[in-house]
């Protein structure tokens, strides 16, 4: 089967059983941190899928819309990409002044050529964010974003992870962090409300 069908497919069937974000965390505390105060800054220093390494810095003068996951999450990540292709395309225009970073927590398997293609199957302007395990790290304590490697009897293994679309302003700071499962309209509301908003 073609991988971007049956991405589709995948998010179609994710998205019927969608539950809160929290549902799929583990019920320790280290997981429940909550997002960085509004206003504060973020930084990330990654490479992207091309090979260019790229800071915060480098996306100054567009709205973030900043999601880190792993491309082989079985629901919530390909359910959050979907939501978040649909709200570009619901922003019309305005999409232009805005970017989707999605950053891998798992390096070892998220090489560029299949992190690049995991995101082409939602919207091929979304930029694949990865880098060494310690660029990665730093890049999720700026978000408070808690992620941890969980091995399976069969020698998988998955991550529980934060899962949260992080909302960056152009001058490179939080302006709002939305749980997943907020929906395509309301990332789209809320995107159109902060461009609104912006002196």
């Keep these: 089967m073609d991988r971007r069908v049956f991405l589709v497919r995948l998010c179609g069937a994710a998205a019927a059983l969608l539950l ?3 549902a799929f965390l583990p019920t320790s505390s280290a997981a429940q941190i909550a997002a960085p105060p509004k206003g504060a800054s973020v930084h990330f220093a990654l490479t992207s899928t ?3 390494a790229v800071t915060e810095q480098s996306y100054r003068g567009k709205w973030l819309a900043i999601y880190f996951g792993y491309t082989f999450c079985p629901d919530i990540c390909p359910t959050t990409m979907m939501d978040l292709a649909q709200a570009f395309q619901a922003l019309g225009p305005r999409a232009a002044e805005a970017q989707v970073a999605f950053v891998s927590v798992d ?3 998220d090489k560029p050529d299949v992190l690049a293609e995991y995101l082409t199957a939602f919207d091929p302007h979304f930029v694949g964010l990865t880098g060494t395990p310690a660029q990665i790290s730093a890049a999720a304590k700026s978000f408070n974003v808690f992620y941890e490697r969980h091995d399976t009897d069969e020698g998988n293994y998955t991550y529980d992870h934060s899962s949260y679309v992080y909302l960056v302003s152009p001058d490179g700071r939080l302006a709002e962090a939305l ?5 395509s309209k309301q990332i789209a509301a809320a995107l159109l409300r902060l ?3 912006a002196p």
């Design 195 to 197: 461009m609104s908003q």
């Design 179 to 183: 749980t997943s499962d907020r929906g």
């Design 50 to 52: 091309d090979g260019t």
């Design 107 to 109: 390096p070892q398997r």
């Design 20 to 22: 809160p974000a929290a």
